[in-house]
Structures are given as structure tokens and as C-alpha cells.
């Protein structure tokens, strides 16, 4: 089949997971943005920007490098059986910490009246450093209708209880004030349940996997560990880096922003718009869950170096019409957040392009995944997150969110730089540099057009916007058409 065939379809298949939940978790920012005040879901996004630190601490790079070690080791199931092991291990450390330290880490967090959250948190957070070997199997196995379920599963759950504790028993206990649910609901614990539906998914989604992680021998190599660290460490720094380009932001908010602002309110304005250009972040996770697994499957075959240059050029093209439809379209995504948290919107174009040149370091990082040289990846992370601080520190305190949001774009930026050049020199992809400079120019110039007019209606609005996205499509068709063409009639 062809391998560009093959990747997108696999791409649908972990998209239509991803779809669904973030569609569900749509609903959640709905239900979360109207239920809560802007300080309170301030606090919400401060806990889970602090939750995905945790989260690449304790998986510490182990999920590539089991894709690294999956497909070069003769013994699979030694590779899986030491990679769970010791996550088990270092999972079940965390656990016994956070139970015993979690008072001390609410102190620490200025949030003691939040002591029980932190604690759910940190086991919800460890459990899913656990399983994500056992995912990571699934998808080296190609089993991408089972992963599916799973992850679809999960974010039901989640849904469900978040939908329980924040609407179902709150309205029913006031209409039915002596109800016996009286017993196991409390109105004060308010953000806590969202904590709360978060770990009960999380643990039956173990549940689920325990059948992939006790039908494999125990074959554990403390040799095959040493060498799997010694790949995957170096990607624990550049993840760290990483999380610092993708959430530091919602904790720096908090504490440079000036005493006359309130700083939760506009951290919780800042999370609610960040998440309108979520379909920009799904589009490159559901992208990552199948290009991952494929940049290392067509390793060393013939025209892989090619291969991976068309996957970025098309990468580049889908990335750019998100872009312009979000952007365009504005007025209706707004709806999914509460109109308190509307003064924000100005901050989703730049959110949005940020994200987009994430996309494109994630397809220039390929190079060192795939020789071995992960140090660089962490080399490229710190800059990233040098710059990611830089501005949040400086800017913060005088432009408050916006710089916030323009620290993504410039952080993102020069890592891309800085890949690209580092990459000539260990593996030889050949980008078509002036196609994708040429799609980026055009789409700049279509989006500064429909910004740039003064629409008298909405209707107009809307008619105008959608002829420049065809526009855009129009030209990507005729710049490719040739191309897709001479390569189906080769591969056929």
C-alpha cells in the first residue's frame, strides 16, 4: 500500500479517537467556562498545567524509546515487559510520595485549601504515566480500532461524572432537598470533582488495559533498560523543555502579573480561549499517534528521506487550512466558551499559529529520533523554553496574556530554525522549501485580506471568508495535482 496511504488513513483512524474527545471535551469547556467563575477555572488550568510536568517526569521519554527499541530488538515482548515494569515501579514511588507529601505540596502551591485535589491529581497523573506503555503497544501493533475504544471510553467516563457532579446532583439535591444523595455530595467541594471524574476514568481505563499488560511474559533486562534510559532520558529533558513551551505560561500568569490584576481570572480567561484552537493541537496529536510509529517503521528503506519530505509539505497544507477555518470562523467557536471569557479571543490566531510551527518541529525532529542523536532534541527544547521564560517573564507584567500567547509563536520559531539547520547535517530530508514558503505566503496574505475588511453583515462575512479558504484550496489542487498524480501511477 502506499506509505502516504497507509499514514493518513491510520492518521483518520487515531484522529476519529482524538475527534471525539476533544468534541466531548468541548462540552466540558462549555460546561466548565458557565458553571465556574473565570477565577475558579483559573485554578483548574493552574493544577493541570503543574499535572503535565508530572506526566512527562514520570514517563521520562520511555514511550519512544520503547518505539525505538520495539522495532530493532528481537525480543518484543522484553522490550514491552522492561519498559512496563519500570514505569510500574516509579509510578507506584510517585504514588507513596504524593500521599505522604501532597499537605506540603498544597502549602508550597499557596493552595492548602486544596490539599485532597493535589493528591487526586497526582494519582490520576501517575496511573496514566503507567499505562502509557501499554497504549504505546497498541499502537506498534497497528491496533489503532482497539486504542480507539479505549481512549473513547475514557473520555466518556469522564464526561459522565464531570456531568453528575456539576449539573445532575447539584439540580436534583435542590429540587429534593432530603434526597439521601445528600450523604455523598458536596456543594463546597466544587472544582474537586473535576479532579474527582478525571481519576475514575483513569482507573477504570487500567482496568480495561490489564488484559495487554498481564497476556505477556515477564522477561525483564536490566541491560535492555540501561540501554532504553540511555535513548530516552535525554527526551525527558527535551519534554520538560517541551512542557515548558506548552504550559508554563498558565503558571507564570499567576505570579507576574501585577497585584491590581487579578491574576486567576486572567489565567482562566487565557486557558478558556486557548482552548478554541484545540483543533489545531488534535490535528497534531491524532498526527503524532500515526506518524511516530511510521517515521521509524520506513527507516533506512529506499526514498524514505523523500517520503518524510512529502509528509511535511502535506502536513504544512492541512495545518495552514485549519488555520484560516478556525480564524475565519471565529464568531462560532467563541460560542464554546462563556461570554465572560470573550475578551480573550484576540489571543486564538496567535495561539493557532504557534501550535502550527509545533506541528512543523515535530516533523523536523524526526532526524534525531531516527539516528540516535535525542541529546540535540533536548538541546532544542531548552532554547525553546529559554525563550518560552524570557518573554513571560519580561512581557507578562506590561502585555499580560497577549505575551503569553506570542511567546508560543516565537518559541516554536526558532526551535524549527534551529532543527532544520542541525538536521542538514545527519539526515538529508529533502523539504520542499518553496512550496511550503509559497503556501505559507498565500495563506498570510488571505488571512490579512479578510481581517483587513470592514463587513457591513454577517452573511457576507461568512460568503467572502469561505471563497478565500477556497481560494487557498484552489491553489494547493493545481501546485500538487501533477505531483500526486506521477506518484500514485509509480507506487501502482
Known sequence: MNPLKRLAGETAIYGFSSIVARLLNYLLVVLYTRVFTTEEYGIINELYAYSAFLIIILTYGMETGFFRFINKHKDKEQVFSTAIISLFTSSLFFIVMITLLHTNVASLLDYEQYSEMILMLGITVAIDAFSTITFAK???ENRAVRFVMIKVFNITV???MNLIFLLFLPNFLDANPESSLNAIYNPDFGIGYVILSNLTATLLTLIILLKEMVSIKVAFSMTLL??????????????LA???NESVDRIMLRWRLPDTINAQEQLGIYGANIRIAVLMVLFIQMFRYAAEPFFFRYQGKADSQELYAKVMKYFVIAGILIFLGITFYLDV?????GSSFHEGLNIVPVVLFGNLLLGVYFNLSVWYKLTDN????AYLAITGAAVTIGINFFLIPFYGYMASAWAHVACYAVMCLFSFFLGKRYLKIPYDLKRISVYFIFAAIIFLIAISINFTNIVTEY???SLLIVCYCTCIYYMEKDELIKKH????
Open 158 to 160: 469522564n464526561i459522565l
Open 242 to 244: 517541551g512542557t515548558v
Open 226 to 239: 540501561k540501554r532504553m534510559l540511555t535513548y530516552s532520558l535525554p527526551l525527558l529533558i527535551s519534554g
Open 463 to 465: 460568503i467572502i471568508k
Open 374 to 377: 535525542t541529546k540535540f532534541g
Open 138 to 140: 497498541l499502537r506498534s
Open 333 to 337: 467557536f467563541k460560542h464554546i466558551i
Open 489 to 492: 501511477e509509480q507506487i501502482e
